[in-house]
């Protein structure tokens, strides 16, 4: 069993910067392919970033492509988000998750099998 804790949210102006900790406890991520996940009032939840459990392979949504970064410590058991130049349409609740059974994650949310309770993030225009 994975506990997920997100971290860092918060209000910040369009332009500026966050950068989201997701820490896990009970069982160590270095196999696990983690993704970060985000949902808007009225919206579905949405895919943001995924990065593999060797870190080698990343994914990124179009519309933080080149303003997020997905990022691992192995050694702290933690996985980021850094966001930059970010941007109202960002403001959401964001959510790490694990997914234990694909090295190369996905992009689906059905396929994590470990969810963290959720980071607010809202960017003021």
């Known amino acids: 069993q994975v506990q997920l804790v997100e971290s860092g949210g918060g209000l910040v102006q369009a332009g500026g910067s966050l950068r989201l900790s997701c820490a896990a406890s009970g069982r160590t991520l270095i196999t696990y392919a983690m993704g970060w996940f985000r949902q808007a009032p009225g919206k579905e939840r949405e895919i943001v970033a995924m990065?593999?459990?060797?870190?080698?392979?990343?994914f990124y949504a179009d519309s933080v492509k080149g303003r997020f970064t997905i990022s691992r410590d192995n050694a702290k058991n933690t996985v980021y988000l850094q966001m930059n130049s970010l941007k109202p349409e960002d403001t959401a609740v964001y959510y790490c998750?694990?997914?234990?059974?694909?090295?190369?994650?996905?992009?689906?949310?059905?396929?994590?099998?470990?969810w963290g309770q959720g980071t607010q993030v809202t960017v003021s225009s």
């Open positions: 990065g593999s459990a060797s870190g080698a392979y990343t």
């Open positions: 998750a694990a997914d234990p059974d694909r090295r190369y994650g996905s992009r689906d949310a059905r396929d994590y099998d470990y």
